[in-house]
Every structure is written in C-alpha cells, then in structure tokens.
Antibody
Framework: QVQLVQSGAEVKKPGSSLKVSCKTSGGTFSNYAISWVRQAPGQGLEWMGGIIPIFGIAKYAPDLQDRVTITADAATATVSMELSGLKVEDTAVYFC???????????????WGLGTAVTVSS | EVVMTQSPATLSVSPGESATLSCRASQSVNSNVAWYQQTRGRAPRLLISAASTRASGVPARFSGSGSGTGFTLTINSLQSEDFAVYYCQQYNNWPPTFGQGTKVEIK
C-alpha cells in the first residue's frame, strides 16, 4: 500500500521561503509523477507543479513557476517543494499526490498525502 | 489554461436520492477528466479517472460520463458519507486545472 507522508505544519513570515517534504513508502518511487496541490482556506484546489523522480525534471504551473521548485531524492524516496517569496495569500494546506499512470507528468492522482498546513503571517 | 466550470455550486439532496453534478471545460479535454471527493479537513479522494473509470474501492453508485467539453458525475442512492465537496479536474492540457467544486449537502 503506497503512502505519502508529509512534513509538519509551518508558520512563516512574508518574504521568507518554505520547504515541504513528501516521503513515499510502500511502493515504486521513481516512475510515478508526484504533484503538489494546494488549497487556501475555504477555497478550491490549485495544481502547483510535479516531478517524475526518475527523470528528475519538474514542471510548474505558469503562475508559480518563478517561485516554486520541486526536487526528488531517490535515496530517501522523498519529493520536496520549495516556495520562495512567501505572501499572505500563500496560506494554504499543501498536498502531495501521486499520478495514476507511470511516466506522465499530469494525470489523475490516486494517492494523496494528508496535507501540510502553512500559515504566512507577519 | 483550460477553465473547468462546475454546476451547481451547491446541491441539496435527501439521503437515498440521486445527485447529478456537471463540469464544463472551456475547450476540449477529450476524456482526460477526473472527479474527486473531499470531506472537511481531509485530502481529496479520487473517484473517477478518464471520465468514467471508477478508482479502486469506489462504490458502484458513483458513475462518470462525458467527453470533449461536458462531463457528469452521478451519485445514486446517496449515503451519509457522500455529503461532501466534489471537484472535477482536467489533465489533457497544460497546466492541469480543477473546477471550483460542488458541495453536496443534506436536504
């Protein structure tokens, strides 16, 4: 049973950077894209970007590509998402999720982490 | 980017009745649409991929249909655990995009 285990809640200041991790356990790590999806309080879902670990190349949503970096570490089966230049409106729950199909950057996502709550406040 | 528009925003349904949720894409996304269920405070759960393929463990009362620009999620004989928010997502065009959600509430 594949599980995605995310790092804990964070409180950040505006202008600072955030790094959230997502560790895969119980399944194949390298061939399935891991995406990051965030959800602001009371709002819908926003896809931020994703990476296929075996390729090591990430793709990003246009609105965030200047601020987000997604990396993968095969040794620890962990994908990390770093968001720089934090704004109050980056306050959200950040989810990592695995694609249904191998070798596709964007797809339906069938395995989700529990989410990491991030608060950006001065 | 492709805009996914869901309707209605809120659907009031009695337990045991059926619910029909709609999702319209601003351009063709073929059959590359997924539906997710989210209950308060939890991660989304995949229900349907490829417009009509139920995910593992999803009850048969959930069904999806459509292609191109129009998609439907039908829930038959609503159970208490089905009252939640439902999102559609297209993954045909870059970047993947979600609808704004439909809340299914108890009537």
């Amino acid at each position: 049973q594949v599980q995605l285990v995310q790092s804990g809640a964070e409180v950040k200041k505006p202008g600072s950077s955030l790094k959230v991790s997502c560790k895969t356990s119980g399944g194949t790590f390298s061939n399935y894209a891991i995406s990051w999806v965030r959800q602001a309080p009371g709002q819908g879902l926003e896809w931020m970007g994703g990476i296929i670990p075996i390729f090591g190349i990430a793709k990003y949503a246009p609105d965030l590509q200047d601020r987000v970096t997604i990396t993968a570490d095969a040794a620890t089966a962990t994908v990390s998402m770093e968001l720089s230049g934090l704004k109050v409106e980056d306050t959200a729950v950040y989810f990592c999720a695995r694609a249904v199909t191998e070798d596709l950057y964007y797809n339906a996502m069938d395995v989700w982490g529990l989410g990491t709550a991030v608060t950006v406040s001065s | 980017e492709v805009v996914m528009t869901q309707s209605p925003a809120t659907l009031s349904v009695s337990p045991g009745e059926s619910a029909t949720l709609s999702c319209r894409a601003s351009q063709s996304v073929n059959s590359n649409v997924a539906w997710y269920q989210q209950t308060r405070g939890r991660a989304p759960r995949l229900l349907i991929s490829a417009a009509s393929t139920r995910a593992s463990g999803v009850p048969a009362r959930f069904s999806g249909s459509g292609s191109g620009t129009g998609f439907t999620l039908t829930i038959n004989s609503l159970q208490s655990e089905d009252f939640a928010v439902y999102y559609c997502q297209q993954y045909n065009n870059w970047p993947p995009t979600f609808g704004q959600g439909t809340k299914v509430e108890i009537k």
